[in-house]
């Protein structure tokens, strides 16, 4: 494409015109938000109640996600059918019945049909819309949306697979053991805008090494660390991938002797931020998912969270935080969830150093179309892995998005 | 001095203790048992109990000081308050204020910005040392953050 050719190492490199070029970002909203993958939207728990709607993305294309009058969950461009104007603005909201697009006053129901519009059989005898006009054949657009447990997901793309296949078994045990059929409570929200291709936030959960050289916090309390029993777990693309580790603590030894940010003398004045309760089956006490395109899956300790990402060019991207927990938590949970979560988000004790050095890779990459990225710790294989001393997830990554790329 | 002026001169403090790169001393501008939360008015609007940052205690606010200065990794950058509009109302021993803030962000090679603005619902205290927050409550205006917050409003 454009000239651009991979380099000859294959999947261990990534050439830095992937983070930059105009060409490979408008092939990348084709293929893959506009293709046949699966975006996450939102949580059923932000739009209980028939009327409820959500502004969410898909890809750089705004979406509704709205509480049909029969319960059901709809989705929609958000765009009037009329002269294209955004029909929401807000974030969340509710409408009692109908939307109706403020410019002409186009009126739909919950179910994106078009109910009405003034003048239709014009004023005093004279205008209106044509004999043949019908109200049937302009409607919102829908899109297709899937709920699986509590998460909703759309497509733009009727030819993506059932949401179910599209994650695949192995994904899905994972998905099922956060939206394990519960309730959700939505907690809240917080959104950044970072100076970065959108890949690298998918990579950066990816990436196993950082958490140990980058976060003091995660390496000194050893929340997510390399020398604790961990394993990373793909499917059958690559694209998807589940990182899960257990909590180690903080000393010094083979491992973190090698970590220039673990403090051995760090204590925290008020450990309350980072105290957990086990509240899910098996040893893990982090699983950090991607889900391919757009979602990352955030189990760390107590504190759940959905980051959507949504591109903006090759050289930014929004990233949407919607922290939340279980309808059924007692105070004590909720509190703690509401405490870890200094750890993620803008201001995030560990997170925010995420936001900032993915910032400065962009940097890096401009004008250097000639040189690429290397992972190769733990070797240049795409398998499963017992351990995080590996880049495995990044290979398997880029193998995936290669064969959807054409690259 | 009036109250009023007792007040600005202490947010004049505030700011001046952040931007001047003294994080160390910013716990000392609270009185136990204080809590300080970054909330965005989006979820303060709609009563959703996530903070963008919250430190119940001197403990979480020595904690945060440490992690801005010490241990998180941020791109060097200038900070600047503007903290004006400030109100206040003195009732049995505590000092109700109002304000408005905006923190002004420079990045090497990038021009000044607004990082954000929003405004404090703050509750003082008088102590021996002076006045000191209770309870600091910034709500920020703004759906989406330029990048990140890496130290407190």
């Given at each position: 494409m454009?000239g651009?050719?991979?380099?000859?190492?294959g999947?261990?490199?990534?050439?830095?015109?992937?983070y930059?070029?105009?060409a490979?970002?408008?092939?990348?909203?084709e293929?893959?938000?506009?293709?046949?993958?699966?975006?996450y939207?939102?949580?059923?728990c932000?739009?209980p109640?028939?009327g409820?709607?959500?502004?969410?993305?898909?890809?750089?294309r705004s979406?509704?996600?709205?509480?049909?009058?029969?319960g059901?969950i709809?989705?929609?461009?958000?765009?009037?059918?009329h002269?294209?104007?955004?029909?929401?603005?807000q974030?969340t909201?509710?409408v009692?019945?109908?939307f109706?697009?403020?410019?002409?006053?186009w009126?739909?129901?919950?179910?994106g049909k078009?109910?009405?519009?003034?003048?239709?059989?014009?004023?005093k005898?004279?205008?209106?819309?044509p004999?043949?006009?019908?109200?049937?054949?302009?409607?919102l657009?829908?899109?297709p949306?899937?709920?699986?447990r509590?998460?909703?997901?759309?497509?733009?793309?009727a030819?993506?697979?059932?949401?179910e296949?599209?994650f695949?078994?192995r994904m899905?045990?994972?998905?099922?053991?956060?939206?394990?059929?519960?309730?959700?409570?939505?907690l809240?929200?917080?959104?950044?805008r970072?100076?970065?291709?959108w890949?690298?936030?998918?990579?950066?959960?990816?990436?196993?090494?950082?958490a140990?050289?980058?976060?003091?916090?995660?390496?000194t309390?050893?929340?997510?660390?390399?020398?604790?029993p961990?394993?990373?777990?793909?499917d059958e693309?690559g694209?998807?991938a589940?990182?899960i580790?257990?909590?180690?603590?903080?000393?010094?030894?083979e491992?973190?002797?090698?970590?220039?940010?673990?403090?051995?003398?760090?204590?925290?004045?008020d450990?309350?931020?980072?105290?957990?309760?086990?509240?899910?089956?098996?040893?893990?006490?982090?699983?950090m998912?991607?889900?391919?395109?757009?979602?990352i899956?955030?189990?760390?300790s107590?504190?759940?969270a959905?980051?959507?990402?949504v591109p903006?060019?090759?050289?930014?991207?929004?990233?949407?935080?919607?922290?939340?927990?279980?309808?059924?938590?007692?105070?004590?949970?909720?509190?703690?969830?509401?405490?870890?979560a200094?750890?993620?988000?803008?201001?995030?004790l560990?997170?925010m150093?995420?936001?900032?050095i993915?910032?400065?890779?962009?940097?890096?990459f401009?004008?250097?179309?000639?040189a690429?990225?290397?992972n190769?710790?733990?070797?240049?294989?795409?398998?499963?892995a017992?351990?995080?001393?590996?880049?495995v997830?990044?290979r398997a990554?880029?193998?995936?998005?290669?064969?959807?790329?054409?690259? | 001095?009036?109250?009023?002026?007792?007040v600005?001169?202490?947010?004049?403090?505030?700011?001046?203790?952040?931007?001047?790169g003294?994080?160390?001393?910013?716990?000392?501008?609270?009185?136990?048992?204080?809590?300080?939360?970054?909330?965005s008015?989006?979820?303060?609007?709609?009563?959703?109990p996530?903070s963008?940052m919250?430190?119940?205690g001197m403990g979480?606010?020595?904690?945060?000081?440490?992690?801005s200065?010490?241990?998180?990794v941020?791109?060097?950058r200038?900070?600047?308050?503007s903290?004006?509009?400030?109100r206040?109302?003195?009732?049995?021993?505590?000092i109700a204020?109002?304000?408005?803030?905006a923190?002004?962000?420079?990045?090497q090679?990038?021009?000044?910005?607004?990082?954000?603005?929003g405004?404090?619902?703050d509750?003082l205290?008088?102590?021996?040392?002076?006045?000191r927050?209770?309870e600091?409550?910034?709500?920020y205006d703004?759906?989406?953050i330029?990048g990140s917050?890496?130290?407190p409003l």
């Amino acid at each position: 494409m454009n000239g651009r050719a991979w380099p000859a190492e294959g999947d261990s490199r990534v050439p830095y015109w992937v983070y930059t070029d105009e060409a490979i970002y408008r092939r990348e909203i084709e293929r893959i938000f506009e293709g046949p993958t699966w975006s996450y939207l939102a949580l059923e728990c932000e739009i209980p109640d028939p009327g409820d709607y959500k502004r969410t993305s898909i890809g750089e294309r705004s979406v509704l996600v709205v509480r049909g009058a029969n319960g059901a969950i709809n989705g929609f461009l958000n765009r009037c059918a009329h002269r294209g104007v955004q029909l929401c603005q807000q974030d969340t909201g509710h409408v009692d019945r109908f939307f109706v697009c403020p410019y002409h006053q186009w009126t739909y129901d919950l179910e994106g049909k078009l109910r009405g519009l003034p003048f239709v059989r014009g004023v005093k005898g004279v205008g209106g819309m044509p004999a043949d006009f019908s109200m049937a054949d302009h409607g919102l657009t829908p899109i297709p949306v899937q709920a699986r447990r509590g998460a909703v997901f759309g497509s733009l793309d009727a030819q993506a697979p059932p949401l179910e296949e599209y994650f695949g078994p192995r994904m899905l045990g994972f998905y099922d053991r956060v939206f394990d059929g519960r309730e959700l409570r939505l907690l809240g929200y917080s959104r950044q805008r970072l100076a970065a291709n959108w890949k690298l936030m998918l990579e950066n959960i990816k990436d196993t090494c950082h958490a140990s050289l980058l976060h003091v916090f995660f390496v000194t309390f050893g929340l997510f660390r390399v020398d604790n029993p961990s394993k990373v777990r793909m499917d059958e693309t690559g694209l998807h991938a589940a990182l899960i580790s257990e909590r180690g603590r903080q000393e010094l030894n083979e491992g973190t002797r090698q970590m220039q940010s673990f403090k051995a003398q760090l204590t925290l004045q008020d450990p309350r931020i980072i105290e957990a309760v086990r509240e899910f089956p098996g040893d893990a006490t982090v699983i950090m998912h991607t889900f391919w395109p757009n979602l990352i899956l955030q189990q760390q300790s107590n504190t759940l969270a959905t980051r959507q990402i949504v591109p903006r060019g090759p050289q930014e991207f929004d990233l949407h935080w919607t922290f939340f927990g279980y309808a059924d938590d007692d105070d004590e949970m909720t509190e703690r969830r509401l405490r870890q979560a200094n750890l993620m988000g803008p201001g995030g004790l560990v997170s925010m150093d995420d936001g900032e050095i993915v910032a400065r890779a962009q940097d890096g990459f401009r004008h250097a179309a000639e040189a690429a990225g290397i992972n190769e710790m733990g070797g240049r294989d795409h398998a499963d892995a017992d351990h995080m001393v590996t880049d495995v997830a990044l290979r398997a990554f880029y193998r995936g998005y290669r064969r959807v790329m054409d690259l | 001095m009036s109250l009023r002026e007792e007040v600005e001169d202490f947010y004049a403090e505030y700011g001046e203790i952040i931007d001047g790169g003294e994080l160390e001393r910013w716990p000392e501008l609270f009185a136990e048992p204080c809590l300080y939360r970054i909330v965005s008015k989006e979820n303060h609007d709609r009563g959703l109990p996530l903070s963008l940052m919250r430190c119940d205690g001197m403990g979480m606010l020595r904690d945060r000081a440490l992690a801005s200065q010490k241990l998180n990794v941020y791109a060097p950058r200038a900070w600047r308050h503007s903290i004006t509009q400030i109100r206040a109302r003195e009732e049995h021993g505590r000092i109700a204020v109002r304000a408005n803030f905006a923190v002004f962000e420079t990045l090497q090679d990038e021009h000044t910005r607004v990082l954000c603005a929003g405004r404090y619902v703050d509750t003082l205290v008088r102590t021996e040392a002076g006045l000191r927050l209770r309870e600091k409550i910034c709500i920020y205006d703004a759906a989406l953050i330029p990048g990140s917050i890496v130290m407190p409003l």
